[in-house]
């Protein structure tokens, strides 16, 4: 599912996998874990995680907010 066709709002999730795409990026799973699209397993690309180790990433809680149409990650 891409995240485009989540609506704006905020998503309990936990992150599944990371993995570094280049110095500045990483790319992040995420498996939504309550609400009508609990269950449900998306790809995003963030910029404000690079300072992390992406492996050290998996399995952490997140609630991400998708706010017209663009998605983020909070802790």
């Known amino acids: 599912m891409a995240y485009a ?5 905020r998503y309990d999730a936990f ?4 993995d570094a795409r280049d110095e500045k990026r990483v ?6 874990t309550a609400g009508r699209y609990k269950g449900d397993v998306i790809d995003i690309v963030a910029e404000h995680f690079v300072t992390h180790d992406p492996i050290d990433l998996a399995g952490l809680p997140c609630t991400l907010v998708v706010h017209n149409g663009v998605p983020r990650i909070e802790p």
Do not use: F, H, M, S
Not at 15 to 18: D, F, T
Not at 27 to 32: H, Y
């Open 15 to 18: 992150i599944v996998w990371a």
């Open 5 to 9: 066709r989540l609506e704006d709002g």
């Open 27 to 32: 790319e992040i799973q995420l498996a939504i």
